[in-house]
């Protein structure tokens, strides 16, 4: 199994320098935060933009000033802001809150703080799919990334215990009166590392769009589920990109086609068929998003890797050419993977 995650985001003033700069989005630690916030130019400026709000956000957890965090949620909840490249305020939020830690103790402290905010104010959905979060990171940590029949006894107790802790800690929430997009988004990710069934899975999902329907993340989460290394069949999760996108209609829908095939095509890694996604509605898609929320550095790596694996020169060598060398690691990996796929592009482009 494989870890399946996404970004979040923090304080006011921090936010509005950060939106003034223009530009957005996704993964794993701050360097991923800036990654995605940075399209072009004035990068090292973002990154300490980005740095400091981070900071912001642990500070006010550390500090245990849980009313402001609880405040700042709510507004985003309340504003659905998006950022440049299209990534909501709010995933980002929770993603500040998680930076990953880099001791098991650290983490335990981390958790502690969580814990106390959830005791402190238990009416917060906030805290708890917060805390979920962390719980369902550390659950990974202990298991490790690498293939089931390499996982310790103790990897995968410790894997299962605190799987089911951020299972009964969201669980906990489900029926508060004010919810949260996130929640039904953690849910889902809890289910996959729990093998649900299709059923259980498909229930949370509808839930989840009917509570909010813009809250993207959703699909993604419900498009890799349906994948075959998971519990979908060939087929399944690419004719879910067709008939959600189909279902919202219009460059809307194409903007979500776009969106669910960065997903599937990297998810895959370089096993998914490709054939089956539309080409030219991804790249629609891209243009509707690009015109309704603008370009971020994420984004338009998404579009030159996509067109890398899809063989498509002309797109990638411009795409690569508009890039430069801000490459991103949430959408390559790493720096060789990057160098390779534009060196293709420039090697094939007579």
């Not at 995968?156 to 929640?183: D, I």
Request: aromatic fraction near 12%.
């Amino acid at each position: 199994m494989s870890n399946f995650r996404f970004v979040c985001l923090r304080p006011a003033q921090a936010f509005l320098l950060i939106s003034a700069l223009v530009l957005a989005v996704s993964a794993p630690a701050q360097g991923q935060n800036a990654d995605s916030l940075a399209a072009t130019g004035d990068d090292d400026e973002l990154v300490r933009s980005v740095g400091q709000w981070t900071h912001s956000i642990e500070s006010s957890l550390i500090q245990e000033k849980f009313e402001d965090l609880d405040r700042m949620a709510d507004q985003y909840r309340r504003e659905k802001t998006r950022l440049p490249g299209g990534e909501w305020r709010l995933r980002l939020f929770y993603e500040a809150l998680d930076a990953p830690q880099q001791t098991d103790q650290d983490t335990r402290d981390h958790v502690a703080h969580l814990e106390h905010w959830v005791r402190q104010r238990p009416d917060s959905v906030t805290a708890r799919v917060a805390l979920a979060t962390s719980l369902h990171r550390w659950a990974w940590v202990a298991r490790g990334h690498g293939y089931a029949d390499k996982v310790t006894p103790e990897g995968w107790r410790l894997f299962n215990e605190r799987m089911k802790q951020s299972q009964s800690t969201l669980e906990a929430a489900a029926n508060m009166s004010a919810m949260c997009p996130q929640w039904y988004s953690e849910m889902m990710a809890v289910g996959l590392a729990q093998s649900w069934d299709a059923t259980r899975m498909k229930e949370v999902f509808d839930r989840g769009v009917q509570f909010e329907p813009g809250y993207y993340y959703l699909y993604l989460q419900y498009a890799n589920y349906l994948l075959p290394k998971w519990d979908g069949h060939p087929g399944d999760a690419s004719a879910f990109a067709r008939s959600s996108a189909d279902g919202v209609g219009g460059s809307a829908g194409d903007l979500l086609y776009f969106q669910i095939a960065t997903i599937l095509i990297k998810r895959g890694n370089g096993s998914f068929p490709v054939h089956e996604m539309d080409w030219d509605r991804i790249q629609r898609g891209y243009q509707a998003l690009s015109a309704q929320y603008g370009t971020s550095r994420r984004t338009m790596n998404q579009l030159a890797f996509m067109a890398y694996r899809l063989k498509d020169v002309t797109v990638a060598r411009r795409q690569f050419g508009a890039i430069g060398d801000h490459w991103s690691r949430g959408v390559w990996g790493d720096r060789e993977v990057f160098d390779r796929a534009r060196d293709w592009a420039r090697a094939h482009a007579s």
